[in-house]
Every structure is written in C-alpha cells, then in structure tokens.
C-alpha cells in the first residue's frame, strides 16, 4: 500500500494523509477526486459499500464509504485486495472508537486527528499489510508447434505462451492479449503443469 487517505465524505477535507511508498498525488485534488467518486458510487451502492480495483496508472484505488468518511487505500500490484479491506474496515472501527462524537460536531480542525497517525500506521504495518508474493511466468525454452499438432496445446495457448517473459504478471499479460485474469491464470497453470514455464518472483 503505497498510500492512504482518509476523507470527511461531506465536505471532501482530506484529514489524514500517509504516504508509504512512491506516489506522488496531492492529497487535497485527490481528495476532491475521491469525493466526487462517491458520490457517483453511492447510486451504485445505495449509499455504502466498496469500490475495487479502479485502476489509476500504476495503482489500484480501495474506495471504503461509511460513517460519513471516504477511506481510499492506493494499492500496488503486490497488494492483497481483501486482505487490504480488513485492514481498512479495522482502521475505520477504530477511528470511530475515538473520533465519532468529535466528527458529529467537527469544524475543520485537523490536529485533533495528529496523534491517531501512528495507530494507522501500526494496523497498516507502514503500508506493507496487504503484501504478498509476485510472481511472473517465463517459457524454460521455446515451444515446438508440434505440442499443438499433437493436441497437448490449443493454438490460442500456444500463442499465450509467447508472451511469458518472466517479467509480465497475470494481470499485465492479461491487458497486453486482451483476455480475461481468469484465463490467463488458467493458462499459467496448465503451462506450468506441463513443466514448460517456471515462475520468477519479482
């Protein structure tokens, strides 16, 4: 996680900001972003519920809006979806713990939420909560044509196979070809099975 925010849904204050890795957003436009975001997702969700994987270049964008807050996680391809949502619902629990009286009559003071910080730092573990283990898939050598003459390949996995560079993961490969994660996974798999691919962790 390389980045958390934590907006006043109503009148879209960034009032927490902690930045755990490279990215460079201001939090205030992304704030305003993020607020306008919700606003199109609560038609969505009536009101309340999670966005996922709204993607914004290099990243992935947790949206979570409850109890008038907007808590929006900027997550990298090592990040763990769901475990990064348990991370976030925790946060909020706690912070309603502490803050919900102060919120119900705020008037825009920042520094009373100072020393909550370190509490999100520690239940982010700094950013890294929701790491896990990246690989990418790399061809040992190149495939004969005759694993699809003789029926242990389909032409389409066949070509897949081409693009395994021990760099790409499931998620990029699946954008470059233009094929459900899904399948690609699938794919890896079968490949692997048949101990034609070896996977690098990036």
């Known amino acids: 996680m390389d980045a958390l925010y934590l907006i006043h849904a109503n009148s879209g204050n960034c009032i927490i900001f902690r930045k755990y890795g490279q990215l460079e957003f201001n939090e205030d436009l992304i704030s305003g972003f993020l607020t306008a975001l919700k606003d199109f997702s609560s038609e969505v969700t009536g009101g309340k519920g999670k966005m996922k994987n709204l993607g914004m270049g290099d990243y992935n964008i947790l949206l979570l809006n409850e109890s008038g807050l907007l808590i929006a996680a900027a997550l990298t391809k090592r990040d763990d979806d769901s475990i990064a949502y348990r991370a976030l619902k925790e946060l909020?629990?706690?912070?309603?713990?502490?803050?919900?009286?102060?919120?119900?009559?705020?008037?825009?003071?920042?520094?009373?939420?100072?020393?909550?910080?370190?509490?999100?730092?520690?239940?982010?573990?700094?950013?890294?909560?929701?790491?896990?283990?990246?690989?990418?898939?790399?061809?040992?050598?190149?495939?004969?044509?005759?694993?699809?003459?003789?029926?242990?390949?389909?032409?389409?996995?066949?070509?897949?196979?081409?693009?395994?560079?021990?760099?790409?993961?499931?998620?990029?490969?699946?954008?470059?070809?233009?094929?459900?994660?899904?399948?690609?996974?699938?794919?890896?798999?079968?490949?692997?099975?048949?101990?034609?691919?070896?996977?690098?962790?990036?």
């Open 92 to 202: 909020l629990a706690e912070f309603n713990k502490e803050f919900k009286n102060e919120m119900e009559t705020w008037n825009g003071n920042l520094k009373i939420f100072k020393q909550f910080e370190a509490k999100i730092d520690k239940i982010l573990k700094n950013g890294k909560v929701a790491e896990k283990d990246v690989f990418a898939a790399v061809l040992k050598k190149k495939l004969p044509k005759q694993l699809v003459e003789m029926g242990a390949l389909t032409k389409e996995e066949f070509d897949f196979a081409e693009h395994l560079n021990g760099i790409d993961t499931s998620s990029v490969l699946a954008e470059k070809v233009g094929i459900p994660v899904e399948k690609v996974e699938v794919m890896i798999e079968k490949l692997k099975n048949l101990g034609l691919v070896k996977l690098n962790k990036l």
